[in-house]
């Protein structure tokens, strides 16, 4: 029998509804185990707001002094005759985020193979790999920034290390979760056909991880030529210390066109980024292989 001609239409299922409302309703404890959670959620917001003041006269206040006097000494934007200067500077930013971005996928790409339970079976290496990943990605490019203009000075060496310190934890992570997904079977191919170590990595390993792993790489340099925007705050050079400088100095209309400067960048860097990561994945591929990967899982789940 059609199973399509015996099921319900959307008015014999009103109906039943009507007649048996309990049927369709969540059982007493699920209500009350939901009201539970939604109230204690919405409790613990309202203190918090509350405790950090979001219900004082003095932040209504500053949030309309926010519109109406911040905003309108914002704009229009000036200073374009230091437009070239600008310009070299946010070049310098995007070379820092470059060569950060690349030391740390160096140095990463080997580590990744020492912390993947697949590649390396002796437990307390792959274990401490994995928390000296997790010890560099701890504290964020601000705090490394401030740490390597202690110990190397001012300028674009400090933020360039401290975008490399932190991304080689970052790809450790995404590396060797990638590493840990493959499928096995090549793997085992190539062994069975006499293949060395070297040879399971080259043949069964990178075919199948080294596409995720430029994604990943691409997809970090944009976050970090964000991040490096704002390490010249601490002095690790780029368009940040512009941009502080003349926040100190109320010069805001000048820091109104380096925060354009600094948003258009971000969207070509953005654009440009997705083609060639379209290009190289490709956007079902990309899809397929991560929702194998567990970080990526995690972020559908919430």
């Not at 160096?106 to 290496?125: D, E, H, Q």
Request: glycine fraction near 8%.
């Amino acid at each position: 029998m059609n199973r399509s001609s015996t099921a319900p239409d959307a008015a014999e299922i009103a109906a039943i509804r009507a007649r048996v409302p309990g049927a369709f309703a969540s059982p007493p404890r699920e209500r009350a185990r939901r009201l539970l959670v939604w109230g204690a959620a919405g409790a613990l917001t309202v203190y918090c707001l509350y405790r950090f003041g979001f219900f004082t006269w003095s932040f209504i206040d500053g949030m309309l002094k926010l519109g109406s006097v911040v905003i309108s000494q914002l704009f229009p934007p000036s200073g374009w005759e230091q437009l070239p200067l600008f310009l070299k500077v946010m070049g310098e930013t995007l070379a820092m985020a470059f060569l950060g971005t690349v030391l740390g996928a160096v140095v990463a790409f080997p580590l990744a193979f020492l912390a993947s339970k697949n590649m390396m079976t002796f437990r307390p290496v792959q274990f401490g790999t994995r928390r000296f990943a997790d010890l560099l990605r701890a504290f964020d490019y601000l705090i490394w920034a401030l740490i390597f203009v202690r110990a190397i000075g001012l300028g674009q060496m400090a933020g360039i290390m401290a975008i490399a310190i932190v991304e080689v934890g970052t790809f450790i992570k995404l590396y060797s979760e990638a590493i840990e997904s493959l499928d096995r079977k090549q793997m085992d191919g190539v062994r069975a056909a006499g293949g060395n170590g070297l040879d399971v990595i080259r043949y069964g390993v990178l075919p199948q991880v080294l596409p995720m792993m430029i994604s990943n790489t691409l997809y970090m340099f944009e976050h970090n030529a964000r991040s490096a925007s704002i390490l010249g705050i601490v002095g690790a050079g780029g368009i940040g210390f512009l941009l502080s400088d003349r926040l100190r100095a109320y010069e805001l209309q000048e820091a109104c066109l380096i925060i354009i400067i600094v948003v258009l960048t971000v969207y070509a860097i953005d654009f440009v980024s997705k083609r060639i990561r379209d290009r190289i994945i490709g956007d079902d591929r990309r899809d397929a292989v991560a929702d194998d990967l567990p970080q990526f899982a995690d972020s559908k789940g919430r």
